[in-house]
């Protein structure tokens, strides 16, 4: 006997959501930089199992991929099964909104792994809902946008068990697991570094030469591929920086780019609750980094900025590079222009958004900071954190002598590796994404420049990134509407140079296509121009 839907199978969702606001269990399941499935994850673990649908949901509607859908069938898969849900549900209804979510999650997968993922876990659906005998669903794909439609009032109250949402809550839960890991972890001494950290003692860092890169030693692969972190030597040779910027660096800079706003933190950053920076003129900042003792508090002869007795000693200035402060560098023969392959990824920027010359290019760098030369004194450092846009970078040492401190999953599987290491000039590090890092720099000044790697195991997360800010604002860049018609264009070329095929039609949409009216509207109003560093935020100048 064929079963059919009926109509209060197909309403159940919306019923089920209704119960679980009804009970005042609501996080913010409209924040589009929530990590909607690690929250669906929490909420399973406690049992509560419609706020896990919901934040599945969310990751769907924020983050449409392969791997997001999938989760969601998954979950629809469950809840169509799970024993209280048995004795009223209509499981045609569940069936048809699984079938449909897995579909979807088919036509946007980007592998053949990917794709077999989820046809493993489509074949399982029939027999884990007992639903041999309900018929076939239309092969139509659900637009992540229709069916969950957020309420126009998100609220932010805290969740059972201790789970909280919003932003204080974030914090709270990353401070109270930050304390757990420093309690658990032993105590490891590091003579180097002005500030201690709490952290267990990691692997030292593999040191790979340029020539192992290029040669055929298959120990070498995964490094080839970028698949997980290593330093580069060998990698900076016939750069000027190196031998010129340790006596020349603060003039140098400051005369080459007399105009560019840095981002300046005065009390460090190894403090997650002092993120903010301060917009300083260049020439400003080198001065301000070099400042030590009495005179790095607010005097006629001293700093700008005011003494903070609470905060961790160290000064750090992030200078972004726009496409053509890069090209000066090369120019000039500061960086290699000719360099190693490793170091040199801008292929896909120039075909796409005009890379070096263009508005959109320079837009895209400064809002992504794509490119940067950190520079910074002893007890200068980073926060534990992850790239936000899922980016590799690679940071090459001109100066000084930094600690690196980067934790994650190794290709084989293996999770919670840890490796550490001083990295000197000459040397570059990598990480690849997803891989935590931290950092301190042990010398004043310490100077790193850096730049950004999409390439073949990780272009379609940032492509995922990139075009959920375009549609839904999810990193907050502030993109022009300019800039995301230029990224449709990229999305293309990325898929192209790393597949060897032209992009499926639908994979990463045209984004106009799925954004509100608002959200382009808002978008239209942005011009290339527009920056935190276009004179329109206070400047803290000479």
């Known amino acids: 006997m064929m079963m059919k839907p009926t109509l209060a199978g197909i309403s159940l969702l919306a019923t089920l959501i209704l119960m ?36 599945f949901q969310s990751a769907v509607r924020f983050t449409p991929t392969s791997e997001t859908y999938t989760n969601l069938g998954v979950c629809l898969m469950r809840m169509g099964t799970a024993t209280p849900l048995s004795a009223f549900a209509d499981k045609t209804a569940w069936y048809h909104k699984s079938h449909a979510a897995m579909n979807t999650g088919k036509t946007l997968a980007i592998s053949e792994k990917e794709w077999g993922h989820v046809d493993e876990n489509s074949k399982a659906l029939k027999q884990s809902m007992n639903a041999e005998g309900i018929d076939e669903p239309p092969l139509k794909a659900l637009d992540p946008l229709e069916p ?25 839960r990353k401070k109270r697991k930050s304390q757990e890991r420093a309690e658990a972890a032993p105590a490891v001494h590091r003579e180097k570094l ?14 790979v030469s340029i020539e192992d890169l290029d040669g055929d030693d298959p120990q070498f692969e995964l490094y080839r591929q970028r698949r997980e972190p290593f330093i580069l030597t060998g990698g900076m040779a016939g750069w000027k920086c190196l031998d010129e910027w340790p006596e020349t660096w603060q003039k140098h800079l400051s005369e080459l780019f007399p105009e560019a706003v840095t981002d300046f933190y005065p009390h460090n950053m190894l403090s997650t609750d002092r993120q903010n920076p ?8 080198v001065k301000e980094v070099m400042l030590e003792g009495s005179k790095a508090a607010r005097t006629p002869l001293g700093s700008k900025f005011d003494h903070d007795g609470t905060a961790q000693a160290g000064r750090y200035m992030h200078l972004q590079l726009t496409p053509k402060m890069w090209m000066q560098l090369e120019e000039r023969g500061d960086i290699n ?13 120039e075909d796409c958004l005009g890379f070096p010359d263009s508005a959109l290019a320079e837009e895209y760098h400064l809002k992504t900071h794509w490119k940067i030369i950190l520079t910074g004194s002893r007890g200068a450092g980073m926060f ?7 980016t590799s970078s690679w940071h090459s040492h001109i100066m000084g002598l ?34 935590h890092h931290e950092t301190q720099n042990i010398e004043t000044p310490t100077m790193t420049i850096t730049d950004t790697v999409a390439h073949e195991h990780n272009f379609g997360q940032i492509a995922d990134q990139l075009y959920a800010t375009c549609t839904h604002d999810k990193m ?63 400047i803290t100048e000479l």
């Open 194 to 207: 002005l500030h201690q950290r709490p952290v267990p003692l990691g692997v030292p860092f593999p040191r």
């Open 402 to 435: 930094k600690w690196w401190y980067v934790c994650g999953q190794l290709v084989n599987g293996t999770k919670g590796v840890c490796f550490e290491g001083y990295v000197e000039p000459g040397e570059t590090l990598y990480y690849g994404t997803g891989w």
């Open 384 to 390: 534990n954190h992850s790239d936000s846009l899922q």
């Open 20 to 55: 679980h606001e009804a009970k005042g269990n609501v996080y913010d399941f409209d924040d589009p930089q929530a990590g909607h499935t690690n929250q669906a994850i929490a909420f399973d673990g406690d049992g509560d199992k419609l706020g896990s649908l919901r934040s």
């Open 337 to 349: 222009a000719l360099r190693h392959w490793h170091l040199s990824s801008d292929e896909w920027l």
């Open 278 to 285: 301060y917009l300083t003129r260049l020439p400003r900042a």
């Open 148 to 172: 969950f439609e957020p309420p126009s009032k998100p609220s932010r109250p805290k969740l059972p068990g201790g789970t909280f949402t919003s932003k204080k809550g974030d914090q709270d």
């Open 476 to 538: 907050r860049f502030g993109f022009s509407a300019d800039l995301c018609d230029g990224l449709d264009g990229c999305f293309n070329k990325l898929h192209e140079m790393h597949t060897g095929k032209p992009k499926p039609a639908h994979m990463w949409r045209p984004w106009r296509t799925v954004a509100k009216e608002s959200e382009i509207k808002n978008r239209e109003k942005v011009l290339p121009a527009h920056n935190n560093y276009d004179g329109r935020n206070y």
